[in-house]
């Protein structure tokens, strides 16, 4: 349940690339032991989150329709203590969850290379509390009810200064402590995409991985090593 809910947030609505429009399933390894992984990006962001597995049988990859997703969920949430049995086949995957099953089509279409967009050289390291940033974003935000709700941080010497402004010139600004000591740095963000990840992080903490105001950043949770997030700063 959580692979799902951690990577359902970045899914597409974007009915011209249907095939972002749920999460990628497949297999991935790491330290010689195998994963499900999901992952699901919007082109704006990405979640990554998987789970460990002991034993795979001639597994395929498949994308998982938004809608099968939220079913899923559901089923997972109702029947907490059941394990989930997962059979598909090229165009069809069925769950099995108890004594309740669903089937559904995949997406036909072929999953963008999302290593790829995954930063390696982002070298400025950030932790800061997840409460009170999450907290001073949605304060913030409030002023900018534009159709895009735009945050400025600025990432300064051990402190965000959080800033928002809208059409008609209302302000909000705030600061908050983190742990940081490189070079100061301001990104623009749309701030629906920061607040979306409040529900999906376990932690109380938050580490940003940075590089520059244009190039993405990474998200982390150090309570849940096996997931990462991916947000795009916005275009000034």
């Not at 982002?122 to 907290?135: G, H, I, S, T, Y």
């Amino acid at each position: 349940l959580s692979l799902l809910n951690k990577t359902k947030i970045s899914m597409s609505n974007d009915e011209t690339r249907h095939y972002l429009n749920g999460i990628y399933i497949h297999l991935t390894e790491s330290e010689k032991k195998s994963y499900l992984t999901g992952v699901a990006t919007d082109s704006h962001r990405l979640s990554s989150s998987s789970i460990s597995l002991n034993k795979t049988d001639n597994f395929k990859p498949f994308i998982l329709p938004k809608k099968t997703v939220f079913q899923l969920c559901n089923l997972i949430q109702d029947n907490n203590n059941d394990d989930v049995v997962l059979k598909s086949s090229d165009t069809k995957i069925q769950f099995q969850i108890g004594k309740s099953k669903i089937i559904s089509k995949v997406i036909d279409g072929k999953f963008p290379d999302y290593e790829k967009v995954i930063p390696v050289s982002n070298d400025k390291l950030l932790q800061v509390e997840a409460e009170p940033f999450f907290n001073a974003i949605d304060r913030v935000s409030t002023v900018n009810q534009d159709k895009t709700p735009t945050v400025k941080l600025q990432f300064e010497n051990n402190s965000i200064k959080i800033m928002a402004t809208s059409t008609d010139s209302n302000k909000g600004d705030e600061e908050v402590a983190a742990n940081y000591a490189a070079d100061g740095l301001e990104i623009l963000f749309n701030s629906k995409y920061i607040l979306d990840l409040q529900d999906v992080v376990e932690g109380d903490t938050l580490i940003l991985e940075l590089l520059n105001q244009s190039s993405p950043v990474i998200v982390k949770d150090p309570k849940d090593t096996t997931s990462l997030f991916i947000l795009m700063p916005m275009r000034v």
